[in-house]
């Protein structure tokens, strides 16, 4: 496709290339707009059909969206503010620099630049910040033809028409009428008579995780956001709230490998951007592991004495980090999932304990084999080796387990307790065991 | 809300009760019936208004349905099933043992049952499995009006009646048309002139994650489901594909976390069963571990002229670990996101490369003023030291971002290449680095 593409617009078809376009879906050509170089950008979107340009321009990352806004004139900049939502141009708004944000505001009716503001200073992950402005609302002694009438005249700009919400003179919310309900109601049924009243929304301020769950629990299609009066100011739609819920993830996959989360895709994010986000934890965690160099240097006596005792050094700690690594995101993921709660916390130690016992025993077991078999060790520096196997796998798991609802317990998030931390404090209990015991059977 | 319900069940007021639960919404009911003590949950279920009782059903747990359907009568089965969806009751189907499904299709009608054995055929995670059969289907010469009455007089049963889907005799998809369009449409105009051919669909047997990534790249409300010869036989909801959404997720943090994923709530899983989707990985890292004792062994003499090395060996396996960790999980993330792709390879290298030489001065930097104030050991150790961490870190960094990428070339999923397996193949590495520069610096 993107060749054909390419071929038409080096060859001046541009007919033939509106007509192509014309058939294709916006996330499509938004995708090939993004392979283009720059320079053949405008061209090509300013071939496009003047109803597929707004639609593929909301579709493309932002700085091909600011290039092309730097290329428009006056008139084509405001022929795409036009036909944006609301939401989307705050999206948009968001990663400009300032110079293009007051470029687009100078070029947005008065109206629409009031909610863009107004939305603009909610904060980021917020409901508020999440909402668009553009839904139906219908009164309650409206018929259902009433409501058809409304949403024919009005729906056209909606970015939903399918939940409609019925309001009072204050913009109180006082009910849910779908399409679907509309369509199989009487045309003569009033709205109040069909509308559901036990609504689920949400108020500006609240936490786009909340938003998300409450979209996954109730499996809903649009979700009202009120202010603190129950004033209905704006609606989050699904494929908004699936969005979120990627980059909820993104950032909690981010944290649990000890990285500061961005917005920003790989690729677009410079060298020294990445490096902030990456370098905080690493040093955090260097000093953090200066603790289990101490350890070892406080038992250099030891060390020297029985020099084998080194070499599994790596293998114990890996082992407990990887233990404590496994209870810990099990745990992280049930808590961001809703499965782990507070008050779970006992079955969580308790069944973590008997699974870190099974892990242990079969871990410590192989590894006894081996170090007889392949090591040739003595049978007291294996069993030095395996008791400590046995009891950091116990220590790792009951660490990892409990670390992550503490965590939650202290409104932390849990996803900072992953692998990396767990494996910085694993390591230096583990070594304390295994000197200790090491001190018991060799008598060192 | 549980105390209260709670109350009212315990004091026989289920008058009272049923007006408070014909309130709530669905999912709220069933979060409550999951926390009531199993004997209490028949009692209440029983009291649930008609039609709520479904939706409430569809909401639990599978081992609270599975108890409720053991204590439902006949009847009261057929009830439950008459008023399922048939991909919901296949999702009930998939969790129940052998008896209660087989007591399950006794009890659904005979094309119902026909559905529901078709769609269990599909393998797990394909779209077929994720597909509901009701969607409404429009003859392209119906027009406007006739659309609706049909709307109208099918739509009660339909899982979504806003994406409707045009076929012609033999059940093959030619168009899309959505409510919004027929609403905003002329009643008498024609079906094939407002309907949308340019179809975005899947076919049966695609896995789930492409499924996801269209309902994102194309902000779908529907997804229709084809067989081979672009025949209609499913269409998949929006709030099915955010679920999968989330599902593949919870795979990949625990793949990441080297645990072989599993659907089932972490509370819900048994010790026994943890412990099979975590020994495997266990066992397979531990074994790689030992070429790092392998590794120790063979520099033991040198371990024993300079003890103080053996200390910091547990900070640069840990920083190398960490470095890697961080690269391959963004890599990692950044594929299934599909922000880099194959092509990107080199572009991901360089860009490591330099984050990882910026990452490791700052940390050799900091390191090399704490050896010397802090561990006061001498300018030469230090400098093994920190020039072992600059390598071990850039090395660590290119591993983790190539290995995610070359597992995707090969089929292989990337997610498995993360934290464990990395640090486990730098730790070998960083220890050869380390002795290496020892031996070039020390002369040992």
Redesign the interface.
């Known amino acids: 496709m993107y060749d054909q593409i390419l071929a038409l617009l080096e060859n001046k078809k541009y007919l033939e290339l509106k007509e192509v376009l014309s058939?294709?879906?916006e996330?499509d050509i938004a995708a090939i707009l993004e392979d283009l170089p720059m320079e053949k950008v405008p061209l090509l979107y300013r071939i496009l059909p003047k109803e597929l340009a707004a639609d593929v321009f909301v579709n493309m990352e932002s700085d091909t969206q600011e290039f092309l806004i730097r290329a428009f004139s006056d008139t084509e900049l405001r022929e795409v503010l036009d036909e944006l939502y609301v939401d989307d141009a705050v999206d948009i708004i968001e990663e400009m620099p300032a110079t293009v944000v007051k470029r687009i505001l100078r070029h947005t009716d008065p109206e629409v630049r009031n909610s863009i503001n107004e939305i603009l200073q909610y904060p980021e992950d917020s409901a508020g910040s999440m909402m668009t402005i553009e839904y139906v609302d219908l009164k309650k002694y409206m018929s259902v033809d009433d409501a058809?009438t409304r949403?024919?005249r009005t729906?056209?700009d909606k970015e939903t028409?399918?939940i409609c919400y019925v309001t009072d003179e204050n913009r109180k919310l006082l009910g849910i009428v779908t399409?679907?309900d509309l369509?199989?109601s009487e045309k003569s049924a009033k709205i109040f008579e069909i509308m559901e009243t036990?609504i689920?929304s949400v108020t500006t301020l609240e936490d786009s995780e909340v938003v998300t769950e409450k979209?996954?629990?109730?499996?809903?299609?649009a979700l009202p956001v009120v202010d603190r009066e129950n004033r209905l100011v704006g609606i989050i739609t699904?494929?908004d709230?699936?969005?979120a819920?990627?980059d909820e993830?993104?950032e909690?996959?981010?944290k649990?490998?000890?990285?500061t989360p961005t917005d920003k895709?790989?690729?677009k994010t410079s060298?020294?951007e990445?490096?902030k986000t990456?370098?905080p934890?690493?040093?955090l965690?260097?000093?953090s592991?200066?603790f289990?160099?101490?350890i070892?240097?406080h038992f250099?006596m030891a060390?020297?004495t029985y020099?084998?005792l080194?070499?599994?050094?790596?293998?114990l700690?890996?082992?407990g980090?990887?233990?404590g690594?496994?209870a810990?995101?099990?745990?992280i993921?049930?808590l961001s999932?809703g499965?782990?709660e507070f008050k779970?916390i006992f079955?969580?130690i308790w069944?973590e304990f008997?699974?870190a016992f099974?892990?242990g025993i079969?871990?410590a077991a192989?590894?006894f084999v081996?170090l007889l078999l392949v090591?040739r060790v003595t049978i007291a520096v294996a069993a030095v080796v395996c008791i400590t196997m046995l009891l950091t796998i116990i220590l790792a798991k009951l660490i990892g387990c409990t670390l992550p609802i503490f965590a939650k317990m202290m409104h932390l998030d849990p996803a900072v307790m992953?692998?990396?931390f767990i494996?910085?404090i694993v390591?230096a209990f583990s070594?304390l065991i295994y000197f200790g015991v090491a001190g018991l059977i060799l008598k060192i």
Do not use: H
């Not at 810990?328 to 745990?331: F, K, N």
């Open positions: 058939d294709m879906n996330a058809f949403i024919r729906g056209v028409i399918y399409v679907k369509l199989l036990n689920i979209f996954q629990k109730y499996d809903l299609m699904f494929d709230a699936m969005d819920l990627q993830n993104t909690d996959i981010e649990m490998a000890a990285i895709p790989y690729l060298v020294f990445t490096w990456r370098i934890w690493l040093l965690l260097m000093i592991a200066t289990t160099g101490k070892i240097s250099e060390l020297q020099v084998v080194t070499a599994f050094i790596p293998m700690m890996d082992t980090g990887n233990c690594g496994q810990s995101v099990t745990i993921r049930g999932l499965d782990i779970d079955k969580v069944k008997r699974v099974l892990c079969t871990l192989a590894n081996k090591d992953a692998s990396p494996t910085t390591d070594l």
